[in-house]
T-cell receptor
Framework: KAGVTQTPRYLIKTRGQQVTLSCSPI?????VSWYQQTPGQGLQFLFE???????NKGNFPGRFSGRQFSNSRSEMNVSTLELGDSALYLC??????????????FGPGTRLTVL | AQKVTQAQTEISVVEKEDVTLDCVYE???????LFWYKQPPSGELVFLIR??????QNEISGRYSWNFQKSTSSFNFTITASQVVDSAVYFC????????????FGRGTSLIVHP
C-alpha cells in the first residue's frame, strides 16, 4: 500500500511569491492534515480537511490556505511568501478526522526555502 | 490553552543503554489523546503510540514502553537496550478529544545512540 506522497520535495521561492504544495493521502484515507515545522516554532498544526471541508485551522494568517479534492488529495497554498515561511511542510492522512481514533500517517514533507 | 513540555533537548547514550524521554503536558480538557512520534533524519514523522486520557495502563511494545500518569500529567517513553537505529527526534503531542481537535506538539527530544 503506497504511503502519503508530497510534491515537490524541495522548493525555493523568493519573498512575495506564492507557492502550492500537494499531498496525496493513502488510498482510502479521507482526512488530510497539514503541519509546519521550523527550528524556531517547532511543529505547528495548519489545518485539517475531511471530505473536501476544512474541519480545523491552526493559528496561521490568511496567507495560508488549503483545499481538498473529491479524490481526497489536498493542496496548500501560501501567498505573499515571507522569509519566516521557510519550513518543512508535513502532510498526514488518516481514515477518520480528529486523529483521536485514527492513526495519522505522515508524508516525507516539502522543504520550502524562501529567499 | 494546551502545552506540551519535553525538557530534554538532546540525550546521548551508548548502544544497549536504557533511556527515558520525558513528556509533561497541560490541558483543561477532561478527555484528550496523547501521542509519541519518531522523526528520523529523513524527516517523515512515524507514529509510535496513542493513549486515551481514560486509559492509564502502561504499554510495552518490544523495546518500547510508555508510562502514563494522569496525576502528574506525564507521558514518558522508555527505550530499553537502545540501538543506533533509535537515533532520531522524538515528539510528544496532545490533542483534545472534542472541540477544536487541534494538536499541540512538544519541541522534541533528539536522541543520539552511539555504537
Amino acid at each position: 500500500k503506497a504511503g502519503v506522497t508530497q510534491t515537490p520535495r524541495y522548493l525555493i521561492k523568493t519573498r512575495g511569491q506564492q507557492v502550492t504544495l500537494s499531498c496525496s493521502p493513502i488510498s482510502g484515507h479521507r482526512s488530510v492534515s497539514w503541519y509546519q515545522q521550523t527550528p524556531g516554532q517547532g511543529l505547528q498544526f495548519l489545518f485539517e480537511y475531511f471530505s473536501e471541508t476544512q474541519r480545523n485551522k491552526g493559528n496561521f494568517p490568511g496567507r495560508f490556505s488549503g483545499r481538498q479534492f473529491s479524490n481526497s488529495r489536498s493542496e496548500m497554498n501560501v501567498s505573499t511568501l515571507e522569509l519566516g515561511d521557510s519550513a518543512l511542510y508535513l502532510c498526514a492522512s488518516s481514515l477518520v478526522p480528529g486523529t483521536g481514533e485514527g492513526e495519522q500517517f505522515f508524508g516525507p514533507g516539502t522543504r520550502l526555502t524562501v529567499l | 490553552a494546551q502545552k506540551v513540555t519535553q525538557a530534554q533537548t538532546e540525550i546521548s547514550v551508548v548502544e544497549k543503554e536504557d533511556v527515558t524521554l520525558d513528556c509533561v503536558y497541560e490541558t483543561r480538557d477532561t478527555t484528550y489523546y496523547l501521542f509519541w512520534y519518531k522523526q528520523p533524519p529523513s524527516g517523515e514523522l512515524v507514529f509510535l503510540i496513542r493513549r486515551n486520557s481514560f486509559d492509564e495502563q502502561n504499554e510495552i511494545s518490544g523495546r518500547y514502553s510508555w508510562n502514563f500518569q494522569k496525576s502528574t500529567s506525564s507521558f514518558n517513553f522508555t527505550i530499553t537496550a537502545s540501538q543506533v537505529v533509535d537515533s532520531a527526534v522524538y515528539f510528544c503531542a496532545l490533542r483534545p478529544a472534542g472541540g477544536s481537535y487541534i494538536p499541540t506538539f512538544g519541541r522534541g527530544t533528539s536522541l543520539i545512540v552511539h555504537p
